[in-house]
């Protein structure tokens, strides 16, 4: 049976496996380069974990279950269907730009997942990609918007998240704000939807 702890060596554990996996891969990171990162015997482990996978899969779950959390936050005060959107958009890029490390080993490691794990994982992101797509469908169905294929164009909106988490670094030619603000217009005017900019782009 899995334990889910919290605190203390149980979290170094947990943040010690997420930067290896991402370092070097699932695969190729070992329990005892683990431990030794946290500075325990490998033994030790098993303390806080059934194995590396459950390292794997605390990753997975964690990451889709802040995502959920912040979207559902992000557009729970409004009623306005392309506000909602907008914040929706919002919440997306920016989770993805500040969580690259969780998203990179989500999008790579999958395979890596017990079956069980693995599909428990899926329904989480399909969840998630139906809210992305009620909130598209919603503009559509008002007549604020359209689109030529509502699941298409949702596709699109998590594409751009895990492109975002891919590229993106603090300190580059766009600021977080800059960068949310021309994806979030790009979005907007794929659904021909047309709302004044934020900030002009140089």
Request: glycine fraction near 6%; charged fraction near 25%; charge should be negative.
């Amino acid at each position: 049976m899995s334990r889910t702890r919290t605190g203390g060596t149980a979290d170094a554990i947990q943040e010690a496996a997420a930067n290896l996996f991402y370092e070097h891969g699932y695969a190729a990171t070992s329990l005892r380069e683990i431990a030794s990162a946290v500075g325990i015997q490998v033994g030790s482990l098993y303390n806080h974990i059934d194995g590396k996978h459950e390292l794997l899969r605390n990753i997975m779950v964690r990451i889709m279950n802040e995502l959920s959390e912040a979207l559902a936050q992000a557009t729970q005060e409004t009623g306005d269907p392309v506000e909602r959107l907008k914040r929706a958009l919002d919440c997306h890029i920016r989770f993805h730009a500040t969580h690259s490390r969780d998203v990179f080993i989500g999008n790579t490691e999958l395979r890596s997942l017990l079956d069980e794990d693995r599909h428990a994982v899926i329904e989480q992101r399909d969840r998630y990609e139906r809210a992305l797509r009620s909130l598209v469908q919603d503009v559509c169905d008002r007549g604020l918007g359209d689109a030529i294929d509502v699941r298409l164009q949702t596709y699109a909106i998590v594409a751009i998240g895990t492109h975002v988490a891919a590229w993106y670094r603090p300190g580059g030619s766009l600021s977080l704000d800059e960068l949310v603000d021309a994806y979030t217009q790009t979005v907007l005017r794929q659904l021909n939807v047309h709302t004044p900019t934020r900030a002009a782009l140089p």
